[in-house]
Structure formats: C-alpha cells, structure tokens
C-alpha cells in the first residue's frame, strides 16, 4: 500500500480543475491505486449542502472538503479535490490536516486570466455575474487569494488540458506520491507503521 | 550404475544467534555452563568475527545473507531516509538490492527452509519455505507459501518477544522469550523433519533481546536475573546440542553471531550534540522529527552514528554545497565528533570516524550516511530528538559491539584473518556447490 496523497485543486471557476482532475484520476488508477475524487460541485449536494456562498459559508465547505481528505489520507487513499476554495488561511488549514494525517498536500493552482474565463463561459455563469444576477461569484463579485507556494501552477490559458495534467502527474511522481515501474512498494499501510515503530522504539532501533 | 555411486546429496544447516558475543560463550564454555558447545567444540573450529558497519542486526544479516556491503544491498540500519522529499522509511526486503543466499540457492533449484531471518520482510518467493522476520506485523504475510500459516498458527508461532515489557516488566518479558524460543524450535523441528530442503536456517532472536533487556542484571550477578539469564541462554545450548545430531554426518552444521554485546554506559543523543554545535536547526515549534528541520541545518543523524550533511541537490532543503563546503563540513565532524565526551566522566564516546567511502563501495553508495561514527564501547549513539543532555542512563542495558561476533563450523577449518559476516555467503554457496556470483565482497572461510 502507498502513501496517501491530495491533489487539491484550486483556481476560478472555469480555470480547469474538474477537467484537469479527470486526466490525474486515469493515471492514479492505472498504477492501480485508489481515489477518491472530491469535486466541490458534487460536495455541496451532500456534505456541504445548504451551505451558500458567504465566507462563512464557504470555509464550512472547504474545511469539510479537507477534513475528508485527511481521513482518506491517513488510510493511505489518494484524493483529489477540485473546488474553487479561495480563502488562503482555509487551504493552509486543510494542508495542516492532511500532512498531520500522514498525507501529502500537492496544491495545483488553476491559474486563468478573467477576459479567457469570460469567453470560456463553460457554465454561462460568469455572463450572469457580470449582470448581477449571481452575487458573491468569485473573481468577479467575491475575492480570491492565489496560493504562495503552490506546488504545481497550471497556466491554463495558456496550456492544453493534456499539457497541464501532465504537469500535476509529474509531481506526483517527483514527490514518491505515485510510484514509477520497478520502484520499491511501500510494505506496511500506516497502521502497520505504527505497530512497527513502537516495536522498534522498545528495542531502541529508532 | 549411476544409481548405486551416487553420493547422497550435501546439505546445509544454519544456527544464526543473534547477538552472542564469541567472548560470552568461550567464557560459558569454560565455566561449564555450556555442555552442548563444548562439545561441538571437539568437531569444529569455532572463530571471533567482525560484523559490518554500523553493526546493526538488519545490516549485519543483509551482509550474511547477500555475501556483500551495504552499498551493495542497501540496508543501512533499522531506519533510513529519503532524501527528496525528506521521508523517514524502515527498510525492508523490498529494499534489498543483492541477490540473497535463499534466492541464488532457489535459481540453482535447491530446497530452503530459512525461519526469522531479519529484513526477510516481506516474504519473497524461494523454493521451499520462508517465515519473515520481527519487521512483521502480522503472521499471515509473514509466510510463504501462505499453505504453512495455518500450522505455524496452530503452533502458536509468535513473531517477536514484546520489547515493551522488557522495559517495565522483566518478569513478564522472560516468559514471554521463553514461550517465544520454544515454539520457534518446535516450528523449526516441524519444517526439518516435514520438508525437503538442501539448506536450512533457523534464526534465533531472542538472544539479542534478553541481551537487550538483562545484560545488566548477567554481569552484576543479579540474584533473581541472572540465573534466568543463564537458563535461558543453556536452552539455547541444549538446543544446539539437539539439532546437531540431527544434522548427518556429511552435511554442514554452521552457527554464528551477528555482532557481540556490551553493557550500556550511557545512551548518547547525537542530534542533541548537532545542535550543540549548530548544525542541526529547526524553525518552527515544531520538532516531533527530522521532517521538521529547518534549510540551514547542515548536519543531521539517525541511529546509530549515521551522520548526513544537508546536501545541496540531493537533499529536499539542501543547504550545503557539493563540492569544496561539502568536504569542508565533513572534514569539520571528522574533527570534532572524537572531541565528543561523557559529560560526567570525561571519557571518549568516540572510537574512529570514517567517511563513507572508506568503508563502503557499490551502486547504493549514494544512500550512505556520509560519515560514520564507531562509538566505544558503552556508548549506545542514539538519534533521539528533543533531549535535555548530551548523555544518559535509560532502561537499555546492552548495546552491539563490532568485533566481538561468532563463527562455528563443524568438521572444518575456517581460514583467512580478516573474517567477517560477509564470508558466509560464498562460504555456504561453496559447501553446495553452486557459483559465487562475481559481486560478492565476502570470502570462502573454510
Ligand atoms: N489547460 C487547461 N486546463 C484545464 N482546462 C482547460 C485548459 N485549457 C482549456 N480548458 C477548458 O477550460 C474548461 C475548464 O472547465 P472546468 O469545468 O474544468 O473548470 P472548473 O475549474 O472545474 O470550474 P468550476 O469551479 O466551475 O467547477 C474546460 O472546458 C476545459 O476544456
Ligand atoms: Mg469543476
């Protein structure tokens, strides 16, 4: 079993991490691993349902969004999440759960300049926003804070979805997350771990 | 014709006791202690030997079992690191880089049988029967074929003595080696007599750990510890006794240690020191492990002397260049780690330090510390972090020492004088009859 890992997804809506996530999701499965995959539109009609768009609101979602991937994380579960989730703090918050949890936060920033999310218009939202018909819509009506130290940066405006999916797929390598062929297998899961290290703590071989 | 002249075919059986200093059982022998040993004294030739550097149980063995060193193998200690990004791992069998004695004997298409045996974690497929070592959890993977699980269940096999209690409870620890030992023989006399097999090899760790835990209490003749001590360690000689009339006249009975032992002056933190001596620096609050450093370390250890400098490039936060400041930061420790003392005594608590390379050579070289410290004796190096001192005395009584392992070879002469734990491997592929192959470090001993 390996180690559990999150590709937190975060951008505009329309800057491409549902689309982005599809193509990381194929390849965790062809190594044959697990994944869950925590898009913040199906979410919110569960877990996060009946929550808005407040920033109140919205922390509730995403920290939610992060408690999940902790959990999944410390079983050793690939996740991945593609939300908006554009409160800085909050995000910090999530990678400080699933790091503690035994978990590797990989954060891809979605980054896409507006005029291109205006004219991609998947959902026909930002139309709406921009006359007013959406309040609290993000980057037009609501704040976003672009992460500082992300590991991956998409230029999707840029790039094609292939190109930027490859981008997150080589760090997940780079980072021991995935595992190339004939690269040594993780022989314990986490709680055998433990188990292990306690043993060898007794004997004073830590 | 054929059929007639055929010689019956050579066989090979192992002892392996793990962490029996040669000096411990000379002495026993002599006292009288030891019936069973004294008698195989008489019919072969029983030798001091070297272990490998750092003399760890885990590295001592995968140098037995692969005839190589450790940048041939790649196991380091009980613990290791990835370097980018920094991770802490337990190496394992997945690790394991060389060819090991059970597999080359399986490609030839001989029988083995090879019981406890550490860092045969996870199981590998051989031709016959494996049980894996302490580095398992449970049983049930511990095993292979997964067909002799039931039995060893049956049995009550236990993978390992609960360390714990051999802190707090020594009572409670010494029935529990002792449970442990005897279903461990039981299950061995099960595979000798029910397999086919051309080697075989039992590895008894138990040794190690009532050395671990009561090393003390033997050499102060503790009144209550010291004679379930020495009953424990006179079971393992009349088991010995037991199995080598066992083993057939023409096939080969060999027993060996893996490194001695000595009592425990002080545990030694030496993390503790790095940050003494500003090498080790850590940012945040945090510090629960060496994940938490800071990028303007330029030093770290784990256990035991196993020092990494904080390499530019290689390294997750390097922060020292390769190169001139590289040398620069060894040459500094090679210095300074022999300055090292007791805080209370004033004794040295370092013997030598090497740089990797004159002590290692092979494709895994990269994943060695880059200096190494040979502690004296007494001097238990531990990579603890958050200590408040240099130096103590903690519940450990016994720790390993290099030069003091064993070698017993019945009906034969071992050669050579420079003998070491690598040997064994070509020395056993020899005794078969089958190639060493060209990688091997090791020498034929006999
Ligand atoms: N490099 C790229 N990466 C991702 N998407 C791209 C890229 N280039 C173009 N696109 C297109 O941009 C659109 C992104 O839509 P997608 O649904 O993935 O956005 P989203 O970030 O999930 O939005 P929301 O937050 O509303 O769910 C898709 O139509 C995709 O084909
Ligand atoms: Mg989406």
Redesign the interface.
């Known amino acids: 079993m390996g180690k559990g890992f999150t590709v937190w997804f975060t951008g505009l809506s329309g800057s491409g991490k549902t689309a982005i996530s599809k193509f990381v999701e194929k390849e965790i499965l062809k190594q044959g691993r697990e994944v869950e995959v925590l898009d913040g539109d199906v979410v919110r009609t569960h877990i996060s349902k009946g929550l808005g768009f407040s920033k109140e609101d919205r922390d509730a979602h995403i920290s939610r969004l992060g408690w999940l991937a902790s959990r999944f994380s410390h079983y050793g579960v690939p996740v991945i999440t593609a939300a908006i989730s554009p409160y800085k703090d909050i995000r910090n918050n999530c990678r400080q759960m699933i790091t503690s949890a035994g978990g590797i936060m990989v954060e891809v920033y979605c980054e896409c300049d507006l005029d291109t999310l205006i004219k991609r218009d998947v959902k026909g939202l930002y139309k709406k926003a921009i006359a007013g018909e959406i309040k609290n819509f993000t980057g037009v009506s609501d704040p976003y804070e672009a992460p500082d130290n992300p590991e991956v940066v998409c230029d999707t405006a840029k790039e094609t979805v292939e190109e930027s999916a490859q981008k997150v797929i080589d760090k997940l390598y780079e980072l021991g997350c995935l595992k190339k062929e004939g690269e040594t297998e993780e022989p314990y899961s986490e709680a055998e771990k433990k188990e292990i290290d306690k043993r060898l703590e007794a004997l004073g071989y830590l | 014709m054929a059929l007639f002249s055929k010689k019956k075919k050579k066989r090979v059986v192992v002892i392996g006791i793990d962490g029996v200093p040669y000096t411990f059982i000379r002495k026993h022998i002599d006292s009288g202690d030891f019936p069973n040993f004294k008698a195989l004294l008489e019919k072969g030739d029983f030798r001091r030997m070297n272990s490998v550097m750092p003399c760890?149980s885990s590295v001592a063995w995968s140098s037995y079992m692969t005839g190589c060193n450790p940048a041939k193998h790649n196991i380091y200690g009980?613990?290791d690191r990835?370097p980018n990004?920094f991770?802490m791992?337990?190496p394992?069998?997945?690790?394991m880089k060389a060819p090991t004695l059970w597999q080359i004997l399986s490609e030839n298409k001989l029988r083995v049988v090879v019981i406890n045996v550490p860092v045969t974690?996870?199981p590998k497929e051989v031709n016959g029967v494996l049980i894996a070592d302490?580095?398992a959890?449970?049983l049930r993977k511990a095993v292979y074929p997964q067909s002799v699980f039931d039995k060893l269940d049956s049995i009550g096999y236990r993978i390992?003595v609960?360390?714990?209690a051999?802190?707090k409870d020594k009572d409670k620890f010494l029935e529990d080696i002792n449970y442990t030992i005897d279903k461990r023989i039981e299950t061995a006399y099960w595979l000798f007599e029910s397999q086919k097999w051309d080697f075989f090899q039992l590895h008894i760790m138990s040794t190690d750990?009532i050395n671990?835990f009561l090393w003390e209490e033997y050499e102060a003749d503790d009144p209550k510890y010291a004679p379930q001590f020495l009953a424990f360690y006179k079971k393992i000689d009349s088991f010995l006794g037991e199995m080598e009339k066992k083993v057939s006249e023409n096939s080969e009975f060999i027993v060996l240690s893996d490194h001695g032992f000595c009592s425990i002056k002080k545990?030694v933190f030496t993390n503790y020191w790095l940050e003494k001596e500003g090498y080790l620096k850590f940012s945040k609050e945090k510090r629960s492990g060496l994940k938490d450093m800071s990028p303007e370390t330029k030093v770290y250890s784990l256990?035991p002397g196993r020092f990494f400098v904080n390499l530019k490039g290689r390294e997750q936060f390097g922060s020292v260049e390769p190169g001139a400041e590289y040398e620069k930061v060894r040459d500094e420790l090679i210095e300074k780690l022999p300055t090292m003392t007791d805080p209370e005594t004033g004794n040295k608590i370092i013997r030598r330090v090497y740089k990797r390379e004159e002590i290692y050579s092979g494709p895994h070289f990269e994943q060695a510390a880059d200096i190494i410290a040979d502690p004296q004796n007494g001097y238990?190096l531990?990579?603890n972090l958050n200590q408040d001192q240099l130096a103590l005395k903690?519940s450990?009584e016994g720790m390993h020492t290099y030069d003091d392992a064993s070698l017993y070879i019945r009906s034969r002469q071992i050669i050579g004088d420079s003998l070491w734990i690598a040997d064994l491997m070509p020395t056993i592929l020899h005794l078969l009859g089958v190639n060493i192959p060209e990688h091997v470090d090791g020498k034929v001993a006999v």
């Open positions: 760890i009980f613990i990835k990004p991770d791992f337990i394992t069998s997945v690790n974690y996870p302490f580095l959890t449970d390992d609960d360390a714990w051999g802190r750990r671990h545990e256990i238990d531990k990579a903690g450990l």
